[in-house]
C-alpha cells in the first residue's frame, strides 16, 4: 500500500518568502508528526496532531510556524518569512494506536529538503 | 525530559563486527523503538520492544530493554557496509503517549 508521501521534495526560497509543505499520511493513521533535521543533526520535534485533540504544537520554534491537518488526512506546514535557519530536511511521520490506545511504529515520509537562500 | 539519548554520538567498526549503540531516557515509557536513517531522509522502523519485554531480535538485530535502568541497547551482529547509517532509539510514553526521539549515533562501517 501506499507510505507516508510528501511534497514538493524540494524547495528552494528566497529569504522572506512563505512556503507550504505537504504531508499525506498513510490512510486510517491518526497520529501526525512533523520534524525537522539539520544538516547531520538529530530529529528535532515540531508539532503531534492525534485524532480530533487539540495539536501538541509545543515544538514549534517560533509565531512562524504553523501546521494544519484536516480531519485525519492531509497536513500541512507553513513557514512564514522564511529565514536562513530555516533551511533543513522537514520529515512527517504517521502511526495508528491500537485498542489500548498505545502508539505504534512511525511510519516516515521521505522529507522535504527546504533551502533559503 | 522523557526524550532518550544514544551513546556513543559516532561509531566506526571494521566489517564483520559487532556493533552495539546504547540509549537512554529520563521518564516511564510505554514502548521503545529504534530506527535507522540513510542520506538524511526518511528514517525506517528497525524493531519496537514493549516496556514489559526484555530482549527482541530481529535478524541481525538484537535489542535489550532494562526499564529499571531506563536504558536500552541496539546490537548489530557481523556487520556489513550497508549498516552504514544513523541510528535513533524513539520513546512512547507519558500522558499524550507522544514519540520522542534522540538525537542519533552514526555508525560507520569500515570496508
Known amino acids: 500500500g501506499a507510505g507516508v508521501s510528501q511534497s514538493p521534495s524540494n524547495k528552494v526560497t528566497e529569504k522572506g518568502k512563505d512556503v507550504e509543505l505537504r504531508c499525506d499520511p498513510i490512510?486510517?493513521?491518526?497520529?501526525l508528526y512533523w520534524y525537522r533535521q539539520r544538516l547531520g543533526q538529530g530529529l528535532e520535534f515540531l508539532i503531534y496532531?492525534?485524532?480530533?485533540?487539540?495539536?501538541?504544537k509545543s515544538g514549534l520554534p517560533s509565531d512562524r510556524f504553523s501546521a494544519e491537518r484536516t480531519g485525519e488526512s492531509v497536513s500541512t506546514l507553513t513557514i512564514q518569512r522564511t529565514q536562513q535557519e530555516d533551511s533543513a530536511v522537514y520529515l512527517c511521520?504517521?502511526?495508528?494506536?491500537?485498542?489500548?490506545?498505545?502508539?505504534?511504529?512511525?511510519?516516515f515520509g521521505p522529507g522535504t529538503r527546504l533551502l533559503v537562500l | 525530559s522523557q526524550q532518550g539519548e544514544e551513546d556513543p554520538q559516532a561509531l566506526s567498526i571494521q566489517e564483520g563486527e559487532n556493533a552495539t549503540m546504547n540509549c537512554s531516557y529520563k521518564?516511564?515509557?510505554?514502548?521503545l523503538q529504534w530506527y535507522r536513517q540513510n542520506s538524511g531522509r526518511g528514517l525506517v522502523h528497525l524493531i519496537l520492544?514493549?516496556?514489559?519485554?526484555r530482549e527482541k531480535h530481529s535478524g541481525r538485530l538484537r535489542v535489550t530493554l532494562d526499564t529499571s535502568k531506563k536504558s536500552s541497547s541496539l546490537l548489530i551482529t557481523a556487520s556489513r557496509a550497508a549498516d552504514t547509517a544513523s541510528y535513533f532509539c524513539?520513546?512512547?510514553?507519558?500522558?499524550?503517549?507522544?514519540?520522542?526521539f534522540g538525537k542519533g549515533t552514526r555508525l560507520h562501517i569500515l570496508p
Open positions: 521518564t516511564s515509557i510505554n514502548n
Open positions: 524513539a520513546t512512547a510514553g507519558g500522558r499524550d503517549d507522544k514519540i520522542i
Open positions: 520492544i514493549r516496556s514489559n519485554e
Open positions: 490512510s486510517g493513521h491518526t497520529a
Open positions: 511521520a504517521s502511526s495508528w494506536r491500537t485498542s489500548g490506545s498505545k502508539q505504534e511504529t512511525q511510519y
Open positions: 496532531f492525534q485524532g480530533n485533540s487539540a495539536p501538541d
